[in-house]
């Protein structure tokens, strides 16, 4: 396959194989992926520890705590000033620096983390959101963590309510609803694989159109 340009972004539902399908299109784009990996980036570059960027991850946070990131930027924020803020402030910011740099080293997929919010004003960018049945979900999930369905759901209905707020929060987008990317996919009709096939071919069409335009 032609080598791409393109960075992608995947937001998904809890056990709807998101990391999957990233870990797939890695391969098959010969590009790397990044999941937790942001997380690292985040602490190496900030200096804050690994445990307290874990801690945070997608969990969603207090509105006061919301209103000073907003005013972090009205007030000029700079790249890596993380002075005098409270910790999940700087966990936030921290991840959002590390996104646009990975970003800018070249083609990358990238997993959650609003992303596709921080990328938002690269022209290179696909925003994908892998969603699913929460049925075929919780078989997916039963089946990996080897527990109950009952248990499973309730796994599936928290993390998707920490991811949501979490993305609602910080974005000025709806985590899930399909204005907030350029493509939707649900993995129980298409399969991993489908959804893997399907996005390559996106990708593709994006950058055809993109070379015409230039």
Known sequence: ?????????????????????????????????????????????????????????EKPTSSFLYSLVMDTYSLGYTSGSYSDMPINHKIFLAQFDAIKKIADEGPCILIGRCADYALEEYSNVLSVFIHADVAKRVKRISRMYDMTDAKAKEMILKTDKKRGSYYNYYTNKKWSAIQSYDVCLDSGVLGVDGCVKAIAEIVKIKESIQKVVL
């Open 1 to 57: 396959m032609e080598k791409t340009n393109t960075i992608i972004t995947i937001g998904r539902e809890f056990g709807s194989g998101g990391h999957e399908i990233g870990t797939r299109l890695s391969e098959l784009l010969e590009i790397p992926l990044y999941d937790k990996e942001m997380l690292d980036r985040a602490s190496k570059e900030s200096g804050i520890c690994q445990e307290l960027l874990k801690a945070h991850d």
